[in-house]
C-alpha cells in the first residue's frame, strides 16, 4: 500500500476561489447544497501536481485491506461513511446497503444486507457489542456486532447522514430534517426530541454527534450553531453560535458547522462553511479567538496545535490557545481534502485519489504518503491504527509502524 513516487495525471476538481460566496456557488452547482438557483457558474481548478518526497518515512503499515463495493448508489452522493470499530472487531458498511463484520485481522465474519441504501454509520459499541447504522430512508437500525443479527430498527422523520453517539445508554443522531434525537441503546425506543432551525439552503450534510463531557452531547447543526445537549433525557444545557454568513442572498449566508468540534483539555473548537474558526475555554466559557477559515471538515488537535483543512485545500496549524498562526500548506490545494487526524506524532491528511499524506507537525513538511483506491472522504484514528473508507467502498486499515 506504499505510494510509489509515480502519480498519474490529475483529473479536474469542481472547487473554488478563496472567497466563501464562490464557495457557496460551486456548492450549488454540484448538488451538495439543498436548496435551488440557477445561472451561478462554478470556478474550475486544477488540483496540484504532488511533489514526490525527497527522503520519505516509513510511518505507517498496513494491516488489512477489503473492498465493500458501492453498487445501488451514486457516485455524486456525498455520502462519507465510516468503519465501526472497536479492540475485538471491525464493522464496515457499503453505500449499496451490506453490513460486514471482520476480526481485526481483516477475516470475515459475517454479512448481511439490509435492503436499501446505508447513509450514516457505523457506530460500534463495546460494551453492548451493538453496532448502529442509518438509511436513506430514515431507519435507523442496531445489529449485534460480533453475529450480525439485528436488534432493533426505529423509524425517523429525516434520514441520517452520520455515525451515531453512543452514550449513558442512549443513541444519539442529528437527522437532516433539523431534529436531534436519543434514542434507547437497548431498544430503539425513542426517549428524547431536540428541533434546531433548519435554514432554507444549506450544505448536504452534518456533523456528527460528539461528547461534551460524561453527560452531554455536543451537536453542531445547519444554522451555524453548538448546542449542548443532556444525553440522559436531551433538555438543553447552552447554544451558541459559530458559524454567521455574510451577504444578500441566502447562499452567501450559509453557515453549516458540518465538521465534528473538538473537546480536548476543557477547550472546545469549531470551523464553519461560512469562514469561523472558533477556540472557547470550557471552563470560563470565554471565546479564545476567532480566525477567518472555512471548512466543512471536522478539526484535529495535538498538545500545542489546532489543525484544519480550508475549502480550497490548505491545511493549516495554529496555536490552540491563542489562535496565532504556525503555518500553512498549499501542497494539496484543490484536492478535495479530507479532515486532518493525529497519527502518533504525525498529522494525516486524505485527498480525492486516495492518497494519505503524512505531515510533520512542527513545520507542515509532507514526510510520508500510503495509497488507497478512490476518493476519502474522511479519516479515522483509534489508537496506533488509521482507518479509511472511500467512496468506491476501499476500506484500509493501518498501524503505526514500529
Known amino acids: 500500500m506504499t505510494l510509489s513516487n509515480r502519480f498519474s495525471k490529475k483529473t479536474k476538481n469542481k472547487t473554488m476561489k478563496s472567497t466563501v460566496m464562490n464557495v457557496a456557488a460551486l456548492a450549488l452547482m454540484t448538488t451538495a447544497v439543498v436548496g435551488c438557483n440557477r445561472g451561478i457558474k462554478p470556478v474550475v481548478n486544477d488540483p496540484v501536481e504532488l511533489v514526490q518526497i525527497a527522503q520519505p518515512v516509513s510511518v505507517l503499515q ?54 436499501e441504501q446505508i447513509t450514516g454509520g457505523v457506530t460500534v459499541d463495546p460494551l453492548s457489542q451493538a453496532a448502529i447504522i442509518s438509511t436513506r430512508s430514515g431507519l435507523v437500525m442496531a445489529f449485534d456486532s460480533t453475529t450480525g443479527a439485528k436488534r432493533w430498527q426505529k423509524q425517523l422523520s429525516g434520514s441520517v447522514l452520520t455515525p451515531a453517539l453512543i452514550s449513558n445508554n442512549r443513541v444519539v443522531l442529528s437527522a437532516n430534517d433539523g431534529f436531534l434525537h436519543g434514542l434507547s441503546l437497548q431498544t430503539g425506543q425513542s426517549i428524547w426530541q431536540f428541533a434546531t432551525q433548519v435554514p432554507a439552503i444549506s450544505v448536504r450534510g452534518s456533523a456528527a454527534p460528539t461528547l461534551l463531557d460524561d453527560k452531554t452531547a455536543l451537536l453542531a447543526t445547519a444554522d451555524g450553531r453548538l448546542h449542548a445537549i443532556t444525553i440522559d433525557n436531551g433538555l438543553p444545557q447552552w447554544s451558541r453560535r459559530v458559524g454567521v454568513g455574510a451577504g444578500s442572498s441566502e447562499v452567501e449566508r450559509m453557515s453549516d458547522v458540518d465538521g465534528m468540534p473538538v473537546v480536548d483539555n476543557n477547550q472546545l473548537y469549531a470551523i464553519s462553511y461560512s469562514g469561523q474558526l472558533l477556540g472557547i475555554d470550557l471552563a470560563s466559557r470565554q471565546v479564545m479567538f476567532v480566525n477567518e477559515l472555512a471548512s466543512l471538515k471536522s478539526l484535529a488537535v495535538n498538545s500545542q496545535q489546532i489543525i484544519a483543512t480550508s475549502l480550497e485545500g490548505k491545511v493549516v496549524a495554529y496555536d490552540r490557545n491563542n489562535g496565532n498562526m504556525l503555518w500553512e500548506s498549499e501542497a494539496l490545494a484543490y484536492r478535495d481534502l479530507t479532515n486532518p487526524v493525529m497519527i502518533g506524532n504525525y498529522i494525516a491528511v486524505g485527498d480525492l485519489e486516495g492518497v494519505v499524506h503524512l505531515f510533520n507537525p512542527a513545520n507542515g513538511d509532507i514526510v510520508s504518503r500510503v495509497q488507497t483506491k478512490g476518493a476519502l472522504t474522511n479519516l479515522q484514528v483509534q489508537g496506533s491504527r488509521l482507518m479509511t473508507q472511500s467512496t468506491s467502498g476501499q476500506v484500509a486499515i493501518w498501524q503505526l509502524a514500529r
Open 62 to 115: 498496513p494491516i488489512f485491506s477489503v473492498d465493500v463495493g458501492n453498487k445501488k448508489a451514486s457516485k455524486k452522493d456525498p455520502l462519507a461513511l465510516q468503519v465501526g470499530y472497536s479492540n475485538t472487531q471491525t464493522v464496515v458498511a457499503s453505500r449499496g446497503g451490506e453490513l460486514t463484520g471482520f476480526n481485526n485481522a481483516g477475516q470475515r465474519l459475517w454479512s448481511i444486507d439490509v435492503g
